[in-house]
Nanobody, 123 residues
Framework: VQLQASGGGLVQAGNSLRLSCAASGRTFSNYVVGWFRQPPGKEREFVAAIKWNGGAPIYADFVKGRFTISRDNAKNTVYLQMNSLNVEDTAVYYC?????????????????WGQGTQVTVSS
């Protein structure tokens, strides 16, 4: 599956952004889709993941209550709604997919990656 991430940009702290991850080549059926991010000078880290076929998503502790991952089956797209952004959320955000029904937070378990979208939060 090929992934296209979009929706990044420059926002002020406290504001919101919604990222999109669209699939092409095939549908997300029987996939897990995750979001990861790489802050400047740091390693890539897990943000959230969701099973395409349903069930509760999982989140990194640092985004719980602020970020929401969701899916639109008709559009074959996964979203990451990010609220109450702070400067520490500045990063390149990547979406990734793995053909599985098991939610995982380890990036090495994901097979396909999008190109990344830059999110910059100013104070």
């Amino acid at each position: 599956v090929q992934l296209q991430a979009s929706g990044g940009g420059l926002v002020q702290a406290g504001n919101s952004l919604r990222l999109s991850c669209a699939a092409s080549g095939r549908t997300f059926s029987n996939y897990v889709v995750g979001w990861f991010r790489q802050p400047p000078g740091k390693e890539r880290e897990f943000v959230a993941a969701i099973k395409w076929n349903g069930g509760a998503p999982i989140y990194a502790d640092f985004v719980k209550g602020r970020f929401t991952i969701s899916r639109d089956n008709a559009k074959n797209t996964v979203y990451l709604q990010m609220n109450s952004l702070n400067v520490e959320d500045t990063a390149v955000y990547y979406c990734a997919a793995r053909r599985s029904i098991v939610l995982v937070s380890v990036e090495g378990r994901y097979d396909s990656w999008g190109q990344g979208t830059q999110v910059t939060v100013s104070s």
